[in-house]
């Protein structure tokens, strides 16, 4: 018996080999398409262009800017989970929205000047943005 994918399956040469055969085949198949769409979805994370992030990290709402979206959530070591909305917009954008936050800002050791408390006003600007991608609001 040869293991794949939670299965097992038995060698094409032994007993009834035309239905394990077939199984294997299909585990193999299934495997190719979710590895295909996987990488689909990776190639439209990278290929957002510039946009603003707001990422849940320390117990805080991180704002920043990347033009590469998968590669900035690896260097900040958080998961897509983490992240909580986007927003289209170059540096400009970024710059407004620090300003429109600054009373919730939070300085301290390793956090920058990006970190905001996720305060009500914070809260309804991310949930207007997750409410125009048609994701659940927080």
Do not use: C
């Not at 900035?72 to 289209?88: S, W």
Request: glycine content about 10%.
């Amino acid at each position: 018996w040869i293991g794949v994918d939670m299965a097992y399956v038995r060698p094409r040469n032994s007993g009834n080999a035309d239905g394990y055969h077939w199984l294997a085949q299909e585990l193999v198949a299934r495997g190719a398409r979710q590895r295909h769409r996987k990488n689909e979805q990776r190639r439209a994370f990278d290929d957002m262009g510039p946009i603003i992030y707001y990422v849940q990290r320390h117990g805080l709402v991180k704002i920043g800017y990347t033009t590469n979206l998968r590669q900035r959530m690896g260097q900040l070591r958080v998961q897509r989970t983490a992240l909580l909305a986007l927003e289209r917009g170059d540096t400009d954008v970024e710059a407004s929205r620090h300003v429109q936050f600054a009373a919730d800002r939070v300085t301290g050791k390793g956090l920058g000047r990006e970190h905001y408390r996720f305060t009500p006003a914070l809260r309804d600007h991310i949930n207007e943005l997750r409410a125009g991608l048609h994701l659940s609001l927080l």
